[in-house]
């Protein structure tokens, strides 16, 4: 019950870090909090002590595909912005982000 609670501390602190940079004048940690690796890790860290290495090898190929999904929608947003108010920018890269995952499973299989 404890590891629960630890987790959920520490997924609430990344919370409270993102608003305050959200908040805060300096666009680029802003910015990098986006896409902070931290995460990666913490998941990385679950799936070694609760897969096998086959799986975690699994895992990591579909961890690629998720990156790949990432940046589509990262810069999906950064170039709609140019033309809608940000809200729609990311309803917008929403729905191309769907796309993308429904066109690749449609071509894997």
């Known amino acids: 019950m404890l590891d629960y609670v ?3 501390i520490l997924g609430g602190s990344l919370v409270v870090l993102a608003t305050y940079l959200s908040k805060s004048k300096n666009i680029f940690l802003s910015g990098i909090i986006t896409t902070l690796p931290i995460i990666t890790l913490l998941n990385m860290t679950l799936q070694i002590k609760y897969m096998n290495d086959q799986e975690f ?3 990591q190929k579909s ?5 790949l999904g ?3 929608f990262i810069a ?3 170039f709609l912005t140019a033309w ?4 729609y920018a990311i309803l917008f890269a929403i729905v191309i982000l ?5 066109i690749y499973k449609q ?3």
């Open 98 to 102: 769907f796309l993308y995952f429904w």
């Open 107 to 109: 071509i894997a299989g």
């Open 84 to 87: 809608v108010k940000p809200l």
């Open 63 to 67: 961890g690629i595909l998720g990156a």
């Open 76 to 78: 999906s947003c950064y």
């Open 70 to 72: 990432l940046v589509l």
């Open 57 to 59: 090898h699994l895992a």
């Open 6 to 8: 630890i987790k959920f």
